[in-house]
């Protein structure tokens, strides 16, 4: 029913979504299982009138790279060297083609061209970062830090580790508290560090106090951005600092000296570091688990974990016995075996052979 | 505008990313990725066992197909990780038996495995199809009759370096005679015998054998009539190497050989006896890799068998091979990628051969393709690391092994701070390195400067103090696992860097200097890290605080504490610090 036309080729008519309708010799059409069986089975497309629609996902510019690719390969006598090169080239497309091309061939059930173009996006997102992917393909940053981190203690359908958490949260304060008390026994510590025990747990404990009201972090995992910020800078003056003698030692080393005499004054360097690196705000967020909720709620959770509290000290011994008892496997007494190199194992040095 | 994908389009491009990172990177990306691939994903790795739960890895990944796991910590290959540890198995297997019906691989690394998990996955797992246990224990022959008798599409059965006890080699006959599927087969660490006849028959009957494996308990005699079952093995490790000299069993061996075609890969050489290694010759030229680490013959037969392998790529081999045999196989292995040099006997206070730098200053001089080394010896000289480093740009992993600890450079006396700076300067390609001899906190200065792709790091007996490891942690941006031994590096450049142990897998410390303190404030500092202390001299409060522990595991988590450790282990957590005050 295809109109023949003088060179004995005979054409079928396509219709876009965008209502644009063009005319195809029927050999190359035939060549997409979607065109094919509305020619054959619902005898559309032999003219204007009746243009075969194709789906929406098929805008004009995949469809002609779809036309040209079936008008390659559907010629016959071609070797499989030459259609690879074809193919080869065919897909040196930008991205934003690549991904239109494959929706429109997948629409058209164009298995081939479908392949292809996965492929294609496959290289193109390979050894590419998140957010570099996110780039590539205009693609929103929706997913939340917790999401990303995937966390225990945000798993919503476990109120248990909720609870836990909270638990934990207030013992951890109980800790802080009793620090507190004990000021004597704290100075007495020998610590290396200029800060003692209660300037560290302060910093770790900073987040739990009312102080910080105003903040209130949906995302507590913004927070720990910006802390880690923090701490690239100062660890990266450390290492500014480091690279410069290193520079130094290196030619130096290799001109046969060694600098000793200026480790004293390395050491010292590192002794201020530590503090350096708690000063740059470690607030730590496991004591703002709850603070997008509301006082009510807040107290109710309270009175659960004190709950929760009794009845985990009553269960924990039976609790414990049952892990244990799932997680440890019985184990026999094995000989010692002398795998042909078993002595290596005992090798100074800590290198092995797997 | 985001450009828009049909689902299947999207899940049918991820299925040609077949890297984890970039799996992983892909998930990432946005909640519809997120999504999508997390339904679409097939196989998982997971490098510690204990950073996520079997629960956490089920309720994500529904249609998990193959899962890797990995236990313990390197550092148990050398004893250091005593017994009971942990790293055990079943729960995975309890939890996967249950929700992973489809399961068909399963590949454990330094992990327990019991007989009743070997029976758990046999019955469980319909379309079972491989079981790789490298270098692990807790079972016996008994469970491996358990998948030979249940899997019935059992493809490979590899047991690695594993410790298993062996009750008797008759499991091997427990493969049903209806079972044709094996393509792979590695039973090299058996050490009592196995039915040889049970495995003729199963050699027979299964026509995709590529890789055998046999364990040295099958006498060299049994070879030639294996070898002309299974023409089309790829991959063999014979047994014992040595058998009365004949010179018609001599033939009928060589014979044997040739008849297979497609031999790539050797392995086994138990005892070898030099005049059978001629049976060889005429695979050698078709050889890729070369696994001669327990085969005891020297020059001239040693060096002889190498350099007729001209495709070589990877060559694992004994110090018997000496400078001389290196020049050689420089000369004639031009594709060598990989070579292992193991020593044959570590603890004699003379050696016995002459194996020096020398040697592998040729190796690295010859073979333009050798990315990857790890190489056993009793001197080394600075000179000699920084011709290496110059020769060898794309080196990518790099395990020098100076016997014996804290071994200056014996032309300058000196420390090998240089050579190991030169390594990691010029190869900047470098994701593993092992150091070894005498080293000063400089050279960990060097490395955090420039080894910015190293991603495991083996010290041991190197060091002034915290500075050193200061430098690795602060510099060392791809830094995956590091394990440390003997060194003098104790609390501050590990508290400094708290966060960096978030980034990495593991850090593992034995016979330093961190304080128990240390300890509970990094547990307290940093919630998702678990931070292990191992101390057989009993409960670490039972000693000062500023006492260092013995041991120190560390890795981060998103599973929490785990409850199965032996009583020589304690997790420090907020607990700790309350239970113990």
Not at chain 1, 23 to 41: D, G, K, S, T
Not at chain 2, 23 to 35: I, P
Not at chain 2, 158 to 185: I, R
């Given at each position: 029913m295809?109109?023949v ?23 190359v ?96 997102i ?7 992917i ?27 580790i ?16 009793r ?45 720990r ?5 923090a ?10 600092n ?31 570091s ?14 703002d ?7 009510a ?42 795998n ?13 052979r797997? | ?103 068909e691989?399963i ?17 469980s ?87 055998l ?47 297979c ?31 001669l ?103 990518i ?10 071994t ?7 420390s ?20 070894s ?37 602060s ?8 394990e ?56 670490p ?12 595991y ?11 450790t ?7 957590d907020e ?7």
């Amino acid at each position: 029913m295809a109109i023949v036309k003088p060179e004995m080729k005979s054409y079928i008519w396509l219709k876009t979504a965008d209502g644009s309708i063009q005319e195809v010799e029927e050999e190359v059409a035939m060549f997409c299982p979607v065109i094919c069986r509305e020619l054959l089975q619902n005898g559309k497309g032999s003219s204007k009138n009746c243009a075969i629609s194709l789906p929406e996902r098929v805008n004009p510019a995949s469809l002609e790279l779809i036309l040209e690719f079936c008008r390659f390969h559907q010629v016959p006598g071609r070797s499989n060297k030459e259609r690879k090169k074809h193919d080869e080239k065919f897909v040196r497309l930008d991205t934003k083609t690549l991904c239109d091309l494959a929706s429109a061939a997948d629409s058209l059930q164009l298995r081939p061209v479908v392949d292809l173009t996965s492929r294609a996006l496959a290289r193109v997102i390979e050894g590419k970062t998140p957010e570099e992917i996110r780039e590539t393909f205009h693609l929103p940053d929706d997913l939340t830090e917790e999401e990303k981190l995937e966390p225990l203690r945000n798993m919503t359908d476990d109120p248990r580790i909720r609870l836990l958490n909270r638990l934990y949260a207030r013992k951890r304060k109980e800790l802080y508290d009793r620090k507190k008390l004990k000021n004597v026994d704290a100075e007495e510590e020998p610590l290396v560090d200029e800060r003692s025990v209660d300037d560290l747990l302060s910093f770790i404990n900073s987040g739990d106090q009312d102080s910080k009201g105003a903040r209130v972090t949906k995302n507590k995992k913004k927070s720990r951005g910006r802390k880690e910020q923090a701490r690239n800078l100062s660890s990266n003056n450390e290492a500014g600092n480091y690279n410069k003698e290193s520079n130094c030692h290196t030619s130096g080393c290799l001109n046969g000296d060694t600098n000793d005499g200026s480790s004293p004054s390395r050491n010292s360097k590192l002794q201020n570091s530590p503090s350096a690196m708690f000063s740059s705000k470690l607030d730590l967020d496991d004591f703002d688990i709850d603070d997008e909720l509301d006082p009510a709620r807040k107290e109710e959770i309270d009175r659960e974990v004190e709950d929760f509290a009794r009845r985990l000290d009553s269960v924990w011994p039976e609790r414990i016995q049952q892990i244990l008892s799932l997680g440890q496997e019985t184990r026999r007494l094995r000989p010692i075996s002398m795998n042909g190199n078993g002595s290596m194992e005992r090798c100074t040095a800590g290198v092995d052979r797997g | 505008m985001a450009y828009a994908f049909p689902e299947e389009v999207l899940e049918h491009v991820f299925s040609f990313l077949t890297s984890d990172k970039d799996r992983n990177a892909v998930s990432l990306v946005c909640k519809s990725w997120y999504e999508i691939e997390r339904w679409c994903r097939k196989r998982i790795f997971v490098g510690n066992c204990y950073a996520v739960s079997p629960k956490i890895m089920i309720r994500r990944f529904p249609e998990v197909r193959s899962v890797e796991l990995k236990g313990k910590p390197h550092f148990a290959d050398f004893n250091l990780v005593p017994e009971g540890w942990g790293a055990y198995v079943y729960p995975w297997i309890l939890a996967m038996s249950r929700s992973y019906p489809w399961l068909e691989e399963i590949k454990l690394k330094r992990m327990v495995i019991t007989d009743e998990s070997l029976e758990l996955i046999s019955k469980s797992f319909k379309n079972f199809k491989v079981l790789v246990l490298s270098s692990c224990d807790g079972f016996t022959t008994d469970g491996l009759a358990a998948i030979a008798a249940n899997c019935r599409n059992l493809r490979k059965l590899d047991l690695g370096e594993s410790e298993v006890e062996d009750l008797s080699g008759h499991w091997l006959s427990h493969f049903p005679d209806n079972c044709t599927s094996l393509v792979s087969l590695n039973i090299a660490c058996l050490a009592s015998e196995v039915s040889l006849l049970a495995l003729e028959r199963l050699v027979t009957r299964s026509p995709n054998l590529r890789t055998l494996r046999i364990n040295r308990a099958v006498p060299l005699e049994r070879l030639p009539n294996l070898l002309r079952r299974t023409s089309q093995l790829v991959e063999f490790g014979t047994g014992v190497f040595s058998a009365d000299v004949r010179s018609d069993f001599f033939s009928n061996l060589t014979e044997a050989f040739s008849s297979c075609k497609q031999l790539k890969c050797l392995s086994g050489f138990w005892d070898v006896v030099p005049a059978y290694l001629p049976a060889l010759y005429p695979v050698c030229s078709r050889l890729t890799s070369l696994n001669l680490s327990y085969a005891t013959c020297q020059n001239p037969e040693l060096g002889k068998l190498i350099s007729q392998c001209h495709n070589l790529q990877r060559l694992w081999v004994l110090d018997f091979i000496e400078d001389t045999g290196l020049e050689e196989l420089a000369a004639n292995c031009k594709d060598l990628q990989e070579l292992r040099v193991f020593p044959s006997d570590p603890f004699a206070a003379e050696p016995d051969t002459t194996l020096t730098e020398q040697g592998l200053v040729a190796v690295s001089d010859g073979c333009p393709k050798l990315q990857s080394v790890l190489y056993f010896c009793r001197q080394m000289t600075n000179a000699a690391l920084v011709t290496i480093a110059r020769n060898r740009p794309n080196m990518i992993r790099f395990r020098l092994c100076i016997i014996e600890p804290r071994t200056p450079d014996y032309l300058t006396l000196g420390s090998f701070d240089a050579g190991f700076g030169a390594i990691v300067e010029n190869c900047k390609e470098l994701r593993r390195l092992s150091l070894s001899g005498l080293l000063t906190d400089r050279v960990f200065e060097y490395i955090g400067a420039h080894a910015k792709k190293l991603e495991m790091l083996s010290i041991a007996f190197a060091g002034d103090s915290d500075l050193g490891l200061h430098h690795v942690l602060s510099g060392c941006d791809s830094l995956r696992k590091l394990e440390i031994r003997d060194c003098p590096f104790g609390d501050k450049a590990l508290l400094a860097n708290a966060a960096k142990l978030e980034t990495m897998r593991s850090l593992w410390m034995s016979s330093c200097s961190v304080s128990f303190e240390a300890c509970k404030m990094l547990a307290q500092k940093m919630p998702r890290l678990n931070v292990e202390v191992i101390d057989e001299r009993g409960p670490p409060d039972t000693r000062p605080e500023s006492c260092p522990v013995e041991k120190l595991y560390i890795y981060r988590t998103v599973a929490g504490r785990r409850f199965d450790t032996p009583g020589y282990v304690w997790t420090m957590d907020e607990d700790t610090a309350v239970r113990l005050t």
